[in-house]
């Protein structure tokens, strides 16, 4: 399941709708993350995302950016648990599609399974019962958000034990998860894996992920995605959308494959092309085809 950045309540109701909201049908099942704390916009985005079609509406109680902290929604929020029950009952009330959390362990100096598991419990008796535990507490002031990524110490157990005290609740777990046998070791324990950079830096880690966790032998090779990809940038760029907003996040595709650095390069010069140059998106296609040949031949 594919969840969106955080979008905040505000741009979400007062934004470039289609914009900031669309979305292509492949990209289903799909999440909208929002960012908030007034109940009465948390509502009205949660009726929003019905009606556009969204599978689930998740609420952002994670994020550790200043900005985010002035606009009083992410990580701080961890601070206030009655208010996080108040705006996810507004939320289940609004809309019939599941709503669900994301959350950090813990802020600053507080990371104790006490206050945790109080957490979780005020969130699932206003009715969430799929929460999503980022395996590190968030420090809400003097860190960067990047910083937040990393230092703060990864508390696996910490969440394996909220899970062992929770049965009934749905338990994802996240947080520097990098391949498939660390994601078997995770279900062991918890219900899910959800997994962000590891993924955006190499997307063809979600080939490994439908072999190795899903049995699921039938996957395109990197050529393929990228016949594919540019398909679906051809059909994109009639909608507006410029090639750089799609190809920027295809950039690891080759990751420690041969011909990484021949594709980045060639991404980096060129995706800034004019939208109606398909021949060199068309060159896309046999830069592809030639790192497959290497590869295979390496192999």
Not at 223 to 238: I, N, S
């Amino acid at each position: 399941m594919l969840y969106t950045e955080m979008v905040a309540t505000k741009s979400a109701i007062h934004g470039d709708r289609k914009k900031i909201l669309g979305f292509n049908k492949i990209e289903k099942p799909l999440a909208l993350q929002v960012g908030g704390s007034d109940k009465k916009e948390l509502s009205e985005v949660c009726k929003i995302a019905e009606n556009m079609g969204y599978d689930e509406i998740n609420i952002n109680l994670g994020c550790p950016s200043k900005k985010v902290q002035k606009n009083k929604f992410g990580a701080c929020l961890i601070k206030e648990p009655q208010l996080v029950a108040e705006c996810i009952n507004k939320m289940i009330n609004s809309c019939k599609i599941p709503v669900t959390a994301k959350t950090r362990i813990g802020f600053d100096d507080v990371e104790n399974y006490e206050y945790l598991n109080s957490f979780i419990n005020k969130i699932s008796n206003a009715g969430c019962k799929t929460i999503i535990l980022h395996a590190r507490k968030a420090i809400l002031k003097g860190l960067t958000p990047k910083e937040n990524l990393k230092i703060p110490k990864l508390n696996y157990p910490l969440v394996y034990k909220i899970k062992k005290s929770n049965d009934d609740l749905e338990i994802i777990i996240n947080g520097g998860i990098t391949n498939s046998e660390e994601i078997k070791n995770h279900l062991e324990n918890c219900d899910g894996v959800m997994i962000g950079r590891a993924i955006y830096q190499n997307p063809y880690f979600l080939a490994d992920i439908e072999d190795k966790i899903f049995n699921n032998n039938n996957v395109p090779s990197r050529a393929e995605v990228a016949e594919k990809l540019v398909e679906y940038v051809k059909e994109e760029v009639k909608k507006g959308i410029r090639v750089n907003q799609i190809m920027r996040h295809a950039v690891g595709l080759y990751h420690g494959q041969k011909g990484a650095n021949k594709w980045k390069r060639f991404l980096s010069d060129n995706m800034m092309a004019r939208d109606s140059d398909f021949q060199k998106v068309n060159h896309i296609m046999q830069i592809a085809q030639n790192n497959e040949k290497a590869n295979q031949a390496a192999s």
